[in-house]
């Protein structure tokens, strides 16, 4: 497989990761094309590891192959969304890459030094190596695509969630994925969902789920449209904290995307009940410090 091939297989993906992770698109492609040598290395054909993770306490299947040392342990997936998702997470979750996230979220080069600084890799000019694909193949054009959320066939890639034990916030189906966006659990509706049918298969109340979508009962599900199942939060993710207006995207919409409530998103931005932003402008998805 050609880098371009690969470029134009995973983008996607990365795209995908981006609008939940926070991590630039153009980063998890520069870093998967890198490490997996365009999807053609050992670890990608035989272990679906795009990014050369090693096992680092992993519980899961794992395969060897020398790298940095002979016979070192790598983590292996049953498919390459596993591979992103987990890359991700690695990033997001260990404490040495936490100053990433408060890079702008268009800078690249920050992003490519700050992993090298973290020790990602060992060779010495890794930051120049992803520098060099993300602008030969202008990776940084996907840093600015913003997502709406996922179709039922696109939702795969999203995180699976699983309530404490003893604590239930609601009942897990067995028949459909639940996912998290900004620590809060959400599905993907499908031409068969009612809000009747929903709240009978996650054990609540129709008007729970009005509330927790800002939703009045007038409101159809659609298939693809995002229903949380607990209450949005009071802000976005610490590292997403503004959003620009796209064509006719109202402020619910963008309330949904972030899994902020409504109410929130017009006291930040100083918006009244029915009035919209315009395509272009700017919304702060938190609280503003004064």
């Known amino acids: 497989?050609?880098?371009?091939?690969?470029?134009?297989?995973?983008?996607d993906l990365a795209i995908k990761e981006m609008a939940i992770s926070g991590i630039p698109a153009s980063i998890t492609l520069a870093q998967a094309c890198l490490e997996s040598g365009n999807g053609n290395s050992y670890l990608a054909t035989e272990a679906n590891n795009h990014f050369g993770i090693k096992c680092h306490g992993w519980k899961g299947e794992t395969i060897r192959h020398t790298d940095d040392a002979p016979n070192e342990c790598f983590r292996k997936y049953d498919r390459v969304e596993e591979s992103f998702r987990d890359h991700s997470d690695?990033?997001?979750?260990?404490?040495?890459?936490a100053f990433l996230f408060d890079l702008e979220p268009h800078d690249y080069k920050g992003w490519c030094y700050g992993l090298k600084k973290a020790g990602y890799a060992t060779a010495p000019n890794y930051a120049e190596l992803l520098i060099s694909i993300i602008e030969e193949h202008r990776l940084y054009q996907y840093d600015t695509v913003s997502l709406l959320p996922p179709s039922p066939a696109e939702a795969e890639v999203s995180v699976r969630i699983h309530p404490k034990k003893g604590s239930p916030l609601y009942r897990v189906s067995l028949y459909r994925e639940v996912y998290s966006r900004n620590k809060v659990a959400y599905i993907i509706a499908t031409e068969y969902d009612t809000f009747k049918s929903l709240a009978k298969e996650y054990d609540l109340f129709k008007f729970e789920l009005y509330r927790f979508n800002d939703l009045d009962r007038k409101t159809k599900i659609t298939p693809g449209m995002v229903i949380y199942l607990e209450k949005k939060r009071k802000e976005s993710a610490r590292h997403l904290d503004r959003h620009v207006v796209e064509e006719d995207e109202t402020l619910w919409n963008i309330s949904q995307r972030y899994g902020v409530r409504l109410k929130y998103l017009r006291k930040y931005n100083n918006l009244d009940i029915g009035t919209e932003p315009l395509p272009g402008s700017i919304i702060n998805l938190r609280k503003r410090i004064r």
Do not use: C
Not at 2 to 11: K, L, P, T
Not at 90 to 97: A, E, K, V
């Open 1 to 11: 497989m050609s880098r371009s091939e690969y470029i134009a297989r995973y983008s």
């Open 90 to 97: 690695f990033l997001r979750y260990w404490d040495r890459y």
